[in-house]
């Protein structure tokens, strides 16, 4: 199998939030991606996308957002701007504990994935 930086990786994060907090996750998460958006000169990734997923009799609403890289290397960049950057890092700091009061407590994960390359279909575009 190839080196974890020759292929296509995934990191993923996800939450379980009671959906009266649905609203306010949606802003929280929009001011760092509007602030990703306006600074692509900070981003590594390829994409970042977000999901929900809510059972219908349920009151907690899941969040997973997938950060896709071209390589474990960019990903260590992204990960690293975070942290350096003086403007994301102030940005980081102001929304973490917003958000750690609306999360449902113990339901964060955050991992790290790498593709299995000879597995991959990518089916020609339809017409």
Known sequence: MAESNELC????SDGVFKKKNSEKQFELWNEIMEYQRSHPEKVYYIRSRFFTFTEKWSDEENWMFLDEYESREDFDK???TVKEDPEFAKLSDEFF???VFIIVAGSRTHE???EVEKLKVEPPPKK
């Open 9 to 12: 990786s995934l990191t993923s």
């Open 78 to 80: 992204g990960m690293k």
């Open 97 to 99: 504990p917003k958000w």
């Open 112 to 114: 790290y994935w790498t």
